[in-house]
């Protein structure tokens, strides 16, 4: 026995085989590690994509809302101005005819109603009978600061007639502009009410077609791939633009208008068609007499007397008229309908703005399939004991075109000062989606700079609720969530 021990110690058959099942154990297990820490990436790789179209689909979809809401923005500005031009001329015409209608009755009163026949020479129009102002025959005092000849008015007044400018013909016009108004501040509350939803399923439908179970997901018990989304109603982030001097200036560069509120007519403005009632929601403005639209003159007669020995003046007396504005006031005298614009307020540009994409992936051992999720041997030292999940973050916000810088495709996700405050606000209809980087996804951007500490990772692990992020038992260095806003880099 002690020479046969003796021999097998000395000899040496058989050790290339035994090296070599050596060397092959040790090469299955990397590339069993090879493979194992491949598939973990390529998941964790699909994972992320999954996240990141779902975020810029989202996104995709609050820009273009956005980019509709200024659109109708743009033609809300241009249907407001026509609407009180046509509004100022309806006034203005209805209160000439009430000056027309006035002054014949005047004149014809002092020229025939007193039927007066003169028994000595025919009375002369224009000096023994008169409508006019300051004995001027036929002139009016408009406004108390010109005079115009009542032929003139009458001409006008028929010449607008004749292109459409009477006010009968504007009335159907006004009432059409009012209901335009009204449908498109229902457009804009409809597209911003909806937005959410859309959103959601725009998430949805890109996350899940980026991303599905595979053979051994379904061996290992499944994926349970979930994801959360995080956005606030758009209704928290917008308002509606106030009626004041300079949220009408505003307003009107929206429909390409001259930044400046006498842009709805030369005259008139602030003078008797008034901003009203000030500072509430929407562009609303309305007639109010003051010494605008006043119409003022006198009428006069006379007739003479054959006495025998001569044509005695027997004066029938000097009387006032006056029209105003007010005295033929009625629906169409005011705008009617309100022009509620909606616009972005600076919380948009923050943590109520943003699209927040978190999704999960149960880890499984890569060899699951091999095994019917039941792995035994050195494959089970692929498995995660305690079930975690892989999880990620995306976030995005829509931008929008700069109204300074116009380089192409560059879009802006803060809210910027620019020489005309707030004029592409909702006006720019050039919105496009940009991702953010995650740890600014819920600070506030302003000039192109973000303040704030948003903690974007605990909010979304809490609602993920992935499983532990401690070290796993033998290791060190357990990850803290609150301070990963500093590790984030993307």
């Not at 110690?9 to 290339?16: E, I, N, P, T």
């Not at 007066?116 to 025919?122: E, P």
């Not at 804009?188 to 077609?209: C, S």
Request: charged residues 25%.
């Amino acid at each position: 026995m002690i020479l046969f021990l003796k021999h097998l110690w000395k000899d040496d058959d058989g050790v290339a085989l035994a090296f070599g099942i050596t060397f092959f154990l040790l090469a299955f297990l990397l590339a069993m590690s090879v493979y194992a820490a491949g598939e973990t990436v390529r998941r964790r790789m699909e994972l992320q994509n999954a996240v990141d179209a779902a975020a810029y689909s989202g996104t995709v979809v609050q820009a273009d809302t956005l980019s509709r809401v200024a659109c109708v923005n743009q033609a809300m500005s241009w249907t407001y101005v026509m609407m009180n031009r046509r509004c100022m001329d309806y006034v203005s015409d209805k209160w000439l005819e009430k000056v027309e209608q006035e002054w014949d009755k005047d004149f014809r009163s002092v020229r025939e109603e007193w039927n007066w026949q003169s028994t000595c020479g025919t009375r002369n129009e224009g000096s023994d009978f008169w409508t006019g102002y300051g004995g001027k025959h036929r002139e009016i005092l408009l406004n108390r600061s010109q005079m115009v000849n009542i032929d003139r008015i009458k001409a006008e007044r028929k010449s607008a007639a004749a292109q459409g400018n009477g006010y009968r013909a504007l009335a159907p016009m006004i009432e059409r502009d009012r209901k335009t108004l009204a449908a498109m501040f229902q457009a804009e509350r409809n597209l911003l009410g909806e937005m959410p939803l859309r959103i959601d399923h725009a998430v949805k439908a890109a996350f899940y077609a980026n991303i599905s179970e595979t053979p051994n997901d379904g061996a290992a018990g499944g994926a349970e791939i979930s994801h959360v989304l995080f956005q606030e109603s758009p209704f928290s982030y917008t308002e509606i633009m106030k009626n004041n001097a300079e949220q009408e200036r505003i307003f009107l560069v929206f429909g390409d208008f001259r930044p400046d509120f006498r842009e709805i007519s030369p005259r008139g403005i602030d003078k008797w068609w008034i901003r009203s009632p000030e500072g509430q929601d929407g562009f609303h403005r309305k007639y109010t007499q003051t010494s605008m639209l006043l119409a003022e003159w006198q009428w006069f007669g006379i007739k003479y007397i054959n006495t025998g020995t001569a044509c005695v003046p027997h004066p029938k007396g000097v009387g006032p008229n006056m029209v105003r504005g007010s005295d033929v006031e009625d629906g169409y005298f005011q705008c009617g309908e309100v022009a509620k614009a909606y616009r972005l307020t600076e919380e948009f540009f923050g943590r109520k703005g943003s699209i927040v994409v978190g999704a999960k992936r149960k880890l499984n051992n890569p060899f699951a399939f091999m095994f019917h999720g039941d792995v035994q041997g050195l494959f089970y030292a692929f498995s995660v004991p305690d079930k975690r999940c892989m999880w990620t973050v995306a976030a995005a916000r829509a931008g929008y075109a700069s109204p300074f810088d116009k380089t192409p495709g560059l879009y802006e996700n803060t809210f910027l000062q620019v020489a005309d405050p707030y004029t592409w606000n909702l006006c720019e209809s050039d919105w496009d989606a940009s991702f953010l980087p995650t740890a600014l996804a819920f600070d506030r951007g302003k000039d192109r700079k973000f303040t704030g500490n948003g903690k974007v990772l605990p909010e979304v692990y809490g609602k993920l609720a992935p499983g532990s992020v401690a070290a796993p038992p033998g290791m060190k260095g357990d990850f803290q969530l609150q301070n990963a806003r500093e590790a984030l880099k993307h």
